[in-house]
């Protein structure tokens, strides 16, 4: 299956080690299925004592997780002085970023590989033994443990709905099979589709948690949901990734991303569940586009599709349905209640956990009429034109 190969190229970044829905389903409540829209834990963050100094013997500190595909460090400390800097690098220094001040509890951004190389240089701080402290080292499951959580995710969401329901199973995948294809298969079927996939990103939150977001508008602006994060601290301790997509349709190979890290949020609401921020470094990501707000009531039996980063794989696009008639998945309730009552749009478009803080999009405007937040079959997000009341003079 196309969809198991692009969850197969996800491994290929995010594996380290460590040290079915009836065609009419029947309403439930999204309150009640939280845990189907709950952050992915992609990996562990493991609390370590580990420090660099100018007056050790050596100015290099080597993190090594076997088979791990990012590693990602947390400082403590990082005291330096103007012309030293600390590298860190992945194993084969082909990905480095440089770090040229004083840094207190931040992450480093992540290095691919199972390997992080930290590298002192300069010599102004070598007298006084300024170096850097390390507290946490993040760095993501193996194949088998990424396997294994998926597994539990999936049963304690069934079981939740199977309670409420008394019999049955559904999950956020709707129907028999995941109908969800890589992004790159979409690039010569559907254009437009394909190109505004590449607006949505990857977040990698805090070291070890994923959501998705996408840019809104062409300004420094970003929306994901609230429940992914809320402060300007997390925001700063995340990682957006852009370009994060599979090669060829079905294939293995992935594209490096481009990462930049979140800025400052601009707004947030737990109820329309929506955080607006903004990103460091903007310009490197500018070109990847942007997508626009259709400001309206979403119409019933409208056709979708979700741009997304379903356990933190590489971009898909559900857009096909199995359990929609026509093939399309599509609006089931155009106002369907979320946290508030009438604030959704319920839908059987195939998504995961990591695909919250996706955009909804419709078929027919290639415009945006829905934040995803919630699974449960229907699944459902919140809808724009009400966030869009309350950020529409940021924007």
């Known amino acids: 299956m196309r969809r198991f190969a692009a969850w197969v190229g996800a491994i290929g970044v995010v594996v380290a080690l460590g040290g079915v829905a009836s065609a009419a389903p029947r309403p439930v409540d999204p309150l009640r299925v939280r845990a189907a829209g709950a952050l992915e834990l992609v990996g562990t963050t493991d609390q370590v004592s580990r420090s660099l100094a100018y007056v050790s013997a050596s100015h ?18 990082l005291a330096l002085l103007p012309g030293d800097w600390l590298t860190v690098a992945d194993g084969n220094g082909g990905q480095s970023i440089d770090y040229r001040f004083g840094l207190t509890d931040e992450w480093a951004m992540s290095v691919d590989g199972d390997t992080a190389v930290l590298t ?31 597994g539990v995710r999936r049963a304690a969401a069934n079981a939740a709905v199977t309670a409420m329901r008394g019999s049955g199973r559904t999950e956020s995948i709707c129907g028999a099979q995941d109908d969800a294809l890589d992004a790159v298969c979409y690039k010569s079927a559907d254009p437009v589709a394909y190109n505004n ?72 609401d737990p109820t329309l569940d929506y955080t607006l921020f903004s990103v460091q470094d903007f310009e490197s990501i500018a070109d990847f586009g942007y997508l626009n707000i259709d400001d309206r009531d979403p119409v019933a039996g409208e056709q979708l599709y979700i741009a997304q980063h379903p356990g933190g794989a590489p971009t898909v696009v559900a ?77």
């Open 197 to 268: 996939s590449r607006a949505v990103a990857r977040l990698l939150i805090n070291g070890d948690e994923l959501c998705s977001a996408w840019r809104v508008g062409p300004d420094n602006r970003m929306l994901t949901n609230h429940h992914c994060f809320a402060s300007t601290v997390d925001a700063r301790n995340t990682e957006v990734w852009f370009g994060y997509e599979c090669v060829v349709c079905g294939g293995f190979a992935v594209r490096r991303p481009v990462k930049v890290t979140g800025d400052q949020v601009l707004a947030t």
């Open 120 to 150: 002192l240089h300069g010599h102004l701080a070598k007298a006084l033994g300024y170096g850097l402290a390390i507290d946490k080292v993040a760095h993501g499951f193996t194949p088998v443990e990424s396997s294994r959580a998926k």
């Open 319 to 395: 857009l096909a349905s199995d359990e929609d008639r026509g093939g399309n998945c599509a609006v089931q309730d155009p106002a369907a209640d979320g946290y508030a009552r009438g604030s959704d749009v319920s839908y059987l478009c195939d998504t995961e956990g990591g695909s919250s803080g996706s955009p909804v999009i419709s078929r027919r405007t290639n415009e945006v009429i829905a934040l995803h937040h919630f699974g449960g079959c229907p699944n459902a997000g919140v809808r724009i034109d009400l966030i869009y009341r309350q950020i529409h003079s940021l924007l």
């Open 60 to 77: 290099t500190l080597t993190l090594r997780y076997p088979g791990a595909s990012y590693v990602k460090v947390h400082f403590s400390r």
